[in-house]
């Protein structure tokens, strides 16, 4: 079975642009988390939904930054605009209240992103 | 508030030695514990967990027993190998919340 997926890998942008991450979770999973990873801060929640809807968006750190989930297999992470700070690796994360354990979460390789 | 606390790293070790790795946990309640580990350039993985006081967690010859006590859950492998070069992240959830709440990690590097 495919896991998470994330596109893009890595990202370079310039500051001031915009930044939109994709991620794929699992199949018949409905829990979806992003992360968001710096040396710095270390692993942050940013936020998470359950059957597409936002539950907890307290980690976002402000108005740049959105995030959507149209429907249970796809979800966006916007930057607009984006800043150097912003720098770091982005993970999504699946799992379900269904699935033989719902402690696990599973987590996509990740986007690097740069913003120069 | 909840939080997680691990020893600070980078930790490296020779081939074969013997590893621990400190994780402490402040949280309301009864929490879950979990090891995560990050291999280079992947996500995390779930390596082991414990769901209640005195469980032990194993996996791939890695333990940690859920301690209530001392509110710790310190990761150990009686010998370890190149391949186990990798960040481990300590972890917990709340009963009956969905989100984890995660250490700072700590970078493991094994010599030959």
């Known amino acids: 079975d495919a896991g998470v997926i994330q596109s893009p890998r890595h990202e370079v942008t310039e500051m001031g642009q915009e930044v939109t991450l994709r991620c794929k979770p699992i199949?018949?999973?409905?829990?979806l988390f992003w992360y968001r990873q710096t040396m710095m801060r270390g692993l942050e929640l940013l936020i998470y939904?359950?059957?597409?809807?936002?539950?907890?968006d307290s980690g976002m750190p402000e108005d740049r930054f959105s995030a959507k989930m149209p429907n249970a297999s796809f979800s966006t992470l916007k930057i607009q605009p984006s800043e150097p700070r912003d720098s770091a690796v982005y993970f999504c994360?699946?799992?379900?209240?269904?699935?033989?354990?719902?402690?696990?979460?599973?987590f996509g390789p990740g986007t690097r992103l740069t913003v120069l | 508030g909840n939080s997680v606390t691990q020893m600070e790293g980078p930790v490296t070790l020779s081939e074969e030695a013997f590893l621990t790795i400190n994780c402490t946990y402040t949280?309301?309640?009864?929490?879950?514990l979990f090891w995560y580990v990050q291999y280079p350039g992947e996500g995390l993985q779930l390596l082991l967990k414990?769901?209640?006081?005195?469980d032990k967690g194993s996996n791939k010859g890695f333990e940690a027993t859920y301690r209530k006590e001392t509110t710790s859950f310190h990761l150990e492998k009686g010998s370890v190998q190149v391949s186990d070069s990798a960040v481990y992240f300590c972890?917990?959830?709340?009963?009956?919340?969905?989100?984890?709440?995660f250490g700072q990690g700590t970078r493991l590097t094994i010599n030959p």
């Open positions: 199949s018949g999973h409905d829990y």
């Open positions: 972890a917990l959830r709340i009963q009956g919340a969905q989100k984890l709440v």
């Open positions: 939904f359950n059957n597409n809807v936002p539950i907890d």
């Open positions: 414990a769901t209640k006081a005195d």
């Open positions: 994360a699946s799992t379900s209240r269904t699935s033989g354990s719902i402690d696990e979460q599973f």
């Open positions: 949280a309301t309640g009864y929490p879950s």
